[in-house]
């Protein structure tokens, strides 16, 4: 079965820096896209930034210049590192995986960890 586990979450003042951590573990033989996503409370799910297999980044506008998405193929991880965290950027933050390939009748499609909380205080 297809599972997402992110760690790294926790408190930080602003101004500090975390690093978020994401592994797929599974009958998993091909990821296309992986990127990560926050929520806070009483607001929408928003994409964060994603990364393509080849390495392709995207981020959103919010956090450019500040986090830097990276992967690794063959662990099949991604990770997040954030630096210059404002309190606005405090959320629950969720690993997503594009599953394109997968074995023993493992469903194709998106995939999302549990989430990891970020608090940061002003």
């Known amino acids: 079965q297809v599972q997402l586990v992110e760690s790294g979450g926790g408190l930080v003042q602003a101004g500090g820096s975390l690093r978020l951590s994401c592994v797929a573990s599974g009958s998993i033989f091909s990821i296309n896209a992986m990127g990560w996503y926050r929520q806070a409370p009483g607001k929408q799910r928003e994409l964060v930034a994603t990364?393509?297999?080849?390495?392709?980044?995207n981020y959103a506008d919010s956090v450019k210049g500040r986090f830097t998405i990276s992967r690794d193929n063959v662990k099949k991880t991604v990770a997040l590192q954030m630096n210059s965290l404002k309190p606005e950027d405090s959320a629950v933050y969720y690993c997503?995986?594009?599953?394109?390939?997968?074995?023993?009748?493992?469903?194709?499609?998106?995939?999302w960890g549990k989430g990891t909380l970020v608090t940061v205080s002003p």
């Open positions: 990364i393509t297999s080849g390495g392709t980044t």
């Open positions: 997503n995986a594009e599953v394109i390939k997968v074995g023993d009748g493992s469903r194709r499609g998106n995939y």
